[in-house]
């Protein structure tokens, strides 16, 4: 196991959010899915992505030796499912970093006011923390 410093931390945590920052093509995002997780973020996913949230710009900041994601606002659901991990892409829709997802108060990294999506619906994220 790594014991590393807070500082450290931090500046790895800064390199993550200068990532989902890059890019021109739109806003880095959060995009859930609900099959199950692939092995690496370079993989593709084995289902339709079930809903999109826009992060806002800057994507979050780093303190406290976490970095905390800031949604833009709520997603609209294209596909019914269980979301149950999240793909962090940057502003191109290159991946950065998977999570998993759950319910606000579950503890997942990535807290979602439902896990349950109907299409046509939307979803807001509460809460997305890397340590």
């Known amino acids: ?5 807070t500082a450290c931390r931090e500046a790895a945590l800064a390199g ?3 990532f989902l920052n890059t890019g021109s093509l ?12 692939p092995a690496s973020a370079d993989e593709l996913p084995t289902s339709a992505m079930l809903v999109e949230i826009p ?3 800057p994507a979050g900041g780093v303190a406290d030796g976490a970095l905390t994601l800031r949604p833009r606002e709520p997603g609209m ?3 019914s499912g269980l979301a149950t ?6 502003r191109d829709g290159v991946p950065a970093f998977d999570l998993d997802a759950g319910e606000a108060g579950s503890g997942a990294e990535c807290e979602l006011t439902t896990t ?4 046509g619906g939307v979803v807001a994220m ?3 923390v890397l340590r």
């Open 55 to 57: 992060l806002q710009d």
């Open 1 to 5: 196991m790594i014991a590393e410093s």
């Open 16 to 18: 993550r959010l200068a």
């Open 77 to 79: 659901i294209v596909h």
């Open 26 to 37: 739109g806003a880095a995002a959060a995009r859930l899915y609900g099959d199950p997780r």
């Open 85 to 90: 991990w999240a793909r962090f892409v940057n």
């Open 116 to 119: 349950t999506l109907w299409a």
């Open 126 to 128: 509460t809460s997305a």
